[in-house]
């Protein structure tokens, strides 16, 4: 649904970067099967970011014809769309080579967020950025009209953005969650639920031992 923005969270290796991949259909899932909407608009905003060619101006980087880009069905000047992002008028002559990392993962944020979709799926899209593209980041978020996928470690922007986790526990096991404090208690328990199965075959041996020493 519009608006909803699901974080995705999970141990290293639980299959968060594959489930993203299964939305998209880059994957098919071994079991069961995905239903999508006709012609639904899916966007995917990888953790190896697409490459701009670094000899293009900023200005055509954003705007490749004419002097607008179209944002949510409205023209908005490339003028305009650059200050969003933090860029200076001047920068719009430079070469895109001419960015530094932060200015060009905005680049980068820039011309995803004018790509037409119905769902947004992001990929550890905090790596390597500063402090004020963090704040772009979440501001273009929370605007984005449709439907998001989040996959970060970046605490803070997942409670700052999301409201609703996918949880994976790495063994696979999975659940829906309101936030992530909810997700945490929940991997505790089974933590402890697993040492305490652990535990119980050798408490199980240790009497055994004990008993055949009486007798």
């Known amino acids: 649904p519009k608006g909803k923005i699901i974080g995705v969270l999970g141990p290293n290796g639980s299959g968060k970067t594959s489930f993203l991949r299964l939305l998209l259909g880059e994957l098919e899932p071994s079991q069961g099967g995905i239903r999508r909407a006709e012609g639904l608009r899916i966007v995917y905003f990888e953790q190896h970011r697409r490459q701009v060619d670094p000899a293009l101006p900023l200005r055509r980087a954003l705007a490749p014809e004419g002097d607008t880009v179209l944002?949510?069905?409205?023209?908005?000047?490339?003028?305009?769309?650059?200050?969003?992002?933090?860029?200076?008028?001047?920068?719009?002559?430079?070469?895109?080579?001419?960015?530094?990392?932060?200015?060009?993962a905005r680049l980068h944020l820039a011309r995803l967020m004018l790509e037409p979709a119905d769902v947004l799926l992001l990929d550890e899209p905090t790596n390597d950025l500063d402090i004020p593209t963090l704040e772009v980041l979440e501001e273009s978020l929370l605007e984005f009209p449709g439907a998001i996928v989040l996959v970060t470690h970046d605490r803070y922007l997942m409670d700052r953005v999301a409201n609703g986790v996918l949880g994976l526990d790495g063994e696979g096991g999975n659940g829906l969650f309101a936030d992530l404090s909810q997700w945490e208690e929940w991997m505790e328990e089974r933590q402890r639920a697993r040492k305490a199965k652990s535990a119980a075959p050798q408490r199980g041996a240790r009497y055994a031992e004990e008993t055949s020493f009486v007798y």
Not at 76 to 97: D, T, Y
């Open 71 to 104: 944002y949510l069905g409205r023209p908005v000047h490339v003028n305009g769309w650059a200050r969003r992002f933090l860029f200076r008028e001047e920068q719009l002559v430079q070469p895109v080579s001419s960015l530094s990392g932060g200015e060009r």
